[in-house]
């Protein structure tokens, strides 16, 4: 398995169930991307202005896109219609003065595959349309999964999806080794190539990557196959200078440097290369300036499925969420008895990772006599580290991704769950000392009695 920016996991123990200088691109170009369009010469270019025209005068240009829909490349979208029945339209949000972007009333989404917010031990649990995301191990409490949407019988998320002798290849996923910022999509299982070939880059010796490896869409049935790629010598980067000249692009995405003044739970690692992603478009966080977040980018690590058939696309340069936007928290039940297991689902449907703390992820809270609301049940089953003092950062949860907690609670009374989390943090720091863009929010469920 692979994340998109290569960092390492935070086991969640009680948690975890599954080329600058070159002018701008011109208004063709920003309707739909382009490898070869440099990014603008400010860094720090603000987003779309409300109502900037990017596709210029379409009365002199008649065949300049007229709509929405029109302007937004593969992959992106305005609305469910514009996904494969195995995905979900998620990340569109509005801002202070529409049009947020282009000819979009709204910022633009991504087709992400769909997390249903239904926890699970086995694929069985799922239906036949969907397997269960184990979303990793550590700690005393056995993980709990949630069940995601897959489009063919063949497509996984990781090893275990797959028929004995196969395994999942091409997939990007999340988990002890990989924490993701950009969001996960499926693979497909394969029984190991043959000698000097490879479908990732765990097929090949220390030290080389797999490339060459070419895909079949999901929805290509004329498809003949996947072919396996070869071995080459790897190459990563640390900045965009080291990408020059780079088939894949000029710009180095999902490299990690720790801070001088800042204690990292992970050493510095390299990042790849990737296009420029165009004027006022963005792969990661530091491509938008000021207060500004990278919206529902779909960034692709080299190799993998959704990167070979052309789903990968920018994001854009817009404003941070609200507060609770595309946050969703719910209960896996209706009647919550006393002393009985019960689990509150957390599924990112926004269209930036939100942030967690490994140590204190979700409380359930009481409500006194009085009315207010004091923290009262906290999973017992957290990572080690929590106790132990170790350094651990803050955990990302990726749009479309998402996650289940359990608890037990052995009083009557009025309960509710919340979960804190942030949003546009830094990454690897400690927790304790990582810098974010918007902090002290919450999602919390509605009251319910426990008898």
Known sequence: MRGPDGFLAVAVAWFL?????????????????????????????????????LLGDAEEAPDVPRTCEE???KGQCASDGACAAWTVCLGVGG????????LCEDYPGTCLPRTLPEVCDRDEDCGEDAVCVDRGAGGEVAPVGLCRKRPSADACHDDGHCPTGQRCAGE???????PCLGPEYPGRCHAPPEAGRCFEDSDCPPGQRCAGTAWCAFDD?????????TCTAASGCVTDADCAGSPDGGFCVGAFQCREDAHCAFPDREGFCAPAPGLRRCWQQDHCGGDWVCRSALLCP????????????????????????????????????????FHAVVVNQGPVPIFLDPCFVAVVQFRDDQGQWSESWIPEARHPACEEGGTLPLWPLPPASGTAATF???????????????????QGVERTEARCKS???????LAFEVF
Not at 328 to 334: E, H, V
Not at 412 to 422: A, E, L, M
Not at 439 to 445: E, G, P, S
Request: glycine share 12%.
């Open 439 to 445: 902090d002290a929010l919450a999602a919390t469920t």
């Open 17 to 53: 169930a599954c080329g600058a200088g070159a002018a701008p691109p011109s208004p063709a170009d920003d309707a739909a991307p382009d490898a070869d369009v440099a990014a603008p010469e400010e860094p720090d270019d603000a987003p779309v202005e409300a109502g900037e025209d």
């Open 95 to 102: 801002c202070e003065e529409p049009p947020c972007w282009g």
């Open 172 to 178: 990007v996923s999340c988990g002890l080794d990989a």
């Open 302 to 341: 080299p190799g993998t499925l959704c990167l070979t058939t052309g789903e990968a696309h920018p994001g854009v340069c817009g404003e941070l969420p609200a507060p609770g936007e595309g946050v969703a928290l719910t209960l896996d039940t209706n009647q919550v008895q006393r002393n009985v297991p």
């Open 71 to 73: 302007v937004l490349g």
């Open 221 to 229: 049935a004329d498809c003949a196959g996947d072919v396996a790629g």
């Open 408 to 426: 037990s609670v052995d009083v009557p009374g009025t309960y509710r769950v919340q979960v804190p989390y942030r949003v546009g943090c830094e």
